[in-house]
C-alpha cells in the first residue's frame, strides 16, 4: 500500500520560518505530491532548494492555492488576513504562523502536546501559538494535568531570530561594529515600524511588539491570552514580562508557577516534566546540567531545567525553560499540526 | 576652614570594581590626602593613573593599612576575610565589596538609600551588597515605605563584567569568533573554578556562581537573604533567578511585587519611585522610554521602567530595574558608605 501524499503550499517561504519549514517538512519526511513555494510579490522569482530539487518560489495569489491540500502561512498577519480564506475556499487545510487568527473563538489555537484534539473543531484554519507561548505550555500541560495549575509568572529570554533575518542581520552587523569600536545603527529593533530603534547588541529590550493601552506589549499580552484558550482554563493567572536579547536562536524563559496540590516535591515535577511528550529535562545542578539557547539551537524538543521549590510560597516552583523559536516555536509545531491532520484523517 | 582629607586604600585596585572605585573617588571628589593602591603580590608593580598622578600598585599585607582612615576592599571574599581584620586592627574603617561579612550578623550591609543608619553600628567592616541585590531594594525600598512590601520575584539580566575583566575578555573574544564562523573556547563562565565551562557569546547561562544544596545558585541566595537584611524584614517573601548574559555593563531585573496596601495605581507608583533618592524613573511606553543596559552605563542612579499592574492579582506590580553593575552595584555604592562615614563622623 502506498502512504497518500499531499500537495503542500508553503506561505512565505523566504523567511526565517518559512526556510525552516521546508527543513522541518525534508527531515520529518513530510508526504509531498506537490510543493508550491509562495511569497510576497517582492520575494517571488527566488530559487530554492528542496530534496535536491530547484523550485522557484512564486507570488501568493487567490489562485495559488488550487489543488492544495495544506498550506502552512508564515507571511505576516496583512497576509494571512487577507490569502488564508482563500486558501480555505479553494479547498485548502491552512495552518497560520501569524497572530490573525489565534485569539478567534472559531480558530483551534493548537501545541499537539497539549491540546491536539482542539484540531479536529477547524473550519479550514489552524492558528499556530506564538513561539514564547508554546514552548512555556509544553512545559505546563504535565503540570497542570498532574498538579493543577493556578498561576503562573513568566519573564523571557528571546532570539532576534523571532523578529525575522533582518533583525539576524542587525544583531550581527551591530555586534561586528561594537567589537570594532565603532557606533552602533539601529534601524530594525525593537520592532519594525515603531517610532524608536534602539541598538540590541550586547544590549537588552524590554520590549517585543508594540505596546497595548495596559502598558503590556502585544508580546506579553500574547502569552497571557494564548496560554488560557491552549491550556483551557481562563482562570490561571499569566503574567508575562518579554525581553529581546542578543543572541540568534532559541528563547529562554524564567517560569514561576503555583501548583494546586499540596507538598509536591521537586523530584515528582522533574519526573513528570521528564515524561512528557516533546519535553526534555535538563536538570542536575551537581553537574552544572541545565538547558541554554546555543545549545538547544537545532533541536525540536523543549528543554526544562533548575526546577527548584519556591523558598516561601508552599505550592510555589521555578521553572527554566529553551526551545529553538524557529522550530518547536514555529515551523515544527505546524508542521506537528499537519502531520497530525493525515494521522487523524481532520483534513 | 580647610575640608579635612582622608588616607584611602583601595584593595584589589587593578580588577574590574577596582578601577571604577579609582573612577568614582575622581568624579565625586572624595576628599583623599594619601591614596594607597593595593593588590594581590601577582599585580603589584603595576602602575596606575589618578587625577594625573601615578601610583604603583603595592601588595597588600596587614603592613598596608597603617596609617589608613578608609579600606576599600574588593579583591574577593578570601583576600576580605584575611586582611579586613587587619585593617581593623590598625584603624581603618574597611568597606567590603566581597560576600565574606555580608550575612555577619555583627556587620551593617547597606544601601545608603535604603538603611544609611545602619553604618552607625559599624565594628569596623561596612558590606557592600551583591550588585544584583543593590539596584533592586534601591527601586524597592521607595515601595516598602509608601505601600509595604510582602513579596518579590525577580529574574535577572546580567553583565558579564560582574565575573570580572577576565570574563569581559572572554565575552569578547567569544563573540568575535562566532561572527567569524569560528569554535567557541569556553574557559572561565559561568563560574571561575566550577566544573564546566559555556560559552556567554550569543547564549544565556542561567548559573551566576555555584549552586548551594537547595538547588539555587549562591547568587540567587544573596539576592534573597541581602534583601531580607537590607530592608529589616525577614518576612518578605523574596525568590530569584540569576541569568549572566552577553553584553558587558549593567544589569537588568524583571521584578515583580506584591504591596500591603490596597488599590495602589500605577501613577502612584510612578510617583514614588520617580521621588525616590538615586532612583530614575525612565516610564513612557507610549513613547518606547524604558531603561537598558547601555543606555544605563556609566551613570550612577539605579533606572527604573515597564511598570504595571499584574492583570490577576490585586497588589501585584510589575518593574523593570536596570543599574550599572559595576557603579551603583559596586564602586559607586562603597564610595557613598565611605561619604556617610564622613559626613556622619560614624568613621
Known amino acids: 500500500m502506498t502512504q497518500q501524499s499531499y500537495n503542500v503550499a ?14 522541518t517538512l525534508d527531515n520529518k519526511n513530510f508526504p509531498i505530491k506537490e510543493l508550491h513555494l509562495l511569497s510576497s510579490k517582492r520575494s517571488a522569482g527566488k530559487e530554492m ?36 480564506p482563500e486558501a480555505v475556499k479553494k479547498g485548502a ?48 500541560k504535565p503540570i497542570q494535568d498532574e498538579f493543577g495549575l493556578s498561576r503562573v509568572i513568566v519573564s523571557t529570554y528571546q532570539a532576534v531570530s523571532g523578529a525575522g533575518t533582518e533583525a539576524v542581520e542587525e544583531l550581527r552587523t551591530q555586534s ?57 482554563d481562563n482562570e490561571i493567572k499569566v503574567s508575562a514580562t518579554c525581553v529581546r536579547l542578543p543572541f540568534f536562536t532559541s528563547h529562554a524563559e524564567s517560569v514561576y508557577v503555583e501548583v494546586d496540590k499540596t507538598d509536591v516535591t521537586t523530584d515528582e515535577l522533574k519526573q513528570v516534566i521528564g515524561q512528557a511528550d516533546g519535553v526534555e529535562l535538563e536538570d542536575d545542578p551537581a553537574n552544572q546540567v541545565y538547558p541554554t539557547p546555543l545549545a538547544s539551537a537545532g533541536r525540536s524538543e523543549v528543554f526544562v531545567g533548575r526546577i527548584r521549590k519556591d523558598l516561601d510560597v508552599e505550592n510555589g516552583y521555578h521553572l527554566w525553560v529553551v526551545s529553538d523559536n524557529l522550530l518547536k516555536g514555529a515551523a515544527w509545531n505546524s508542521v506537528q499540526i499537519a502531520e497530525s491532520l493525515i494521522k487523524n484523517n481532520w483534513l
Chains 1, 2 share one sequence.
Open 93 to 140: 487545510v491552512v495552518v497560520d504562523n501569524t497572530s490573525a487568527y489565534r485569539m478567534d473563538p472559531e480558530v483551534p489555537l493548537v501545541v499537539p502536546e497539549v491540546n491536539e484534539s482542539d484540531i479536529q473543531t477547524h473550519n479550514g484554519i489552524i492558528a499556530n501559538p506564538n513561539c514564547s507561548t508554546i514552548q512555556m505550555v509544553a512545559s505546563l
Open 176 to 232: 561586528q561594529a561594537f567589537l570594532d569600536g565603532e557606533d552602533l545603527h539601529a534601524e530594525l529593533l525593537p520592532v519594525s515600524g515603531d517610532k524608536h530603534h534602539y541598538p540590541i547588541a550586547f544590549n537588552a529590550l524590554p520590549q517585543i511588539d508594540t505596546f497595548e493601552d495596559n502598558d503590556y506589549t502585544f508580546e506579553e499580552m500574547k502569552m497571557i491570552n494564548e496560554t488560557k484558550k491552549i491550556m483551557h
Open 10 to 23: 508553503v506561505v512565505g517561504a523566504t523567511g526565517a520560518v518559512g526556510e525552516k519549514m521546508l527543513e
Open 49 to 84: 532548494e528542496f530534496k535536491g530539487e530547484t523550485y522557484v518560489v512564486q507570488e501568493a495569489t487567490p489562485e495559488s492555492f488550487e489543488g492544495i491540500d495544506i498550506a502552512l502561512f508564515s507571511a505576516g498577519g496583512s497576509v494571512s488576513k487577507k490569502l488564508a
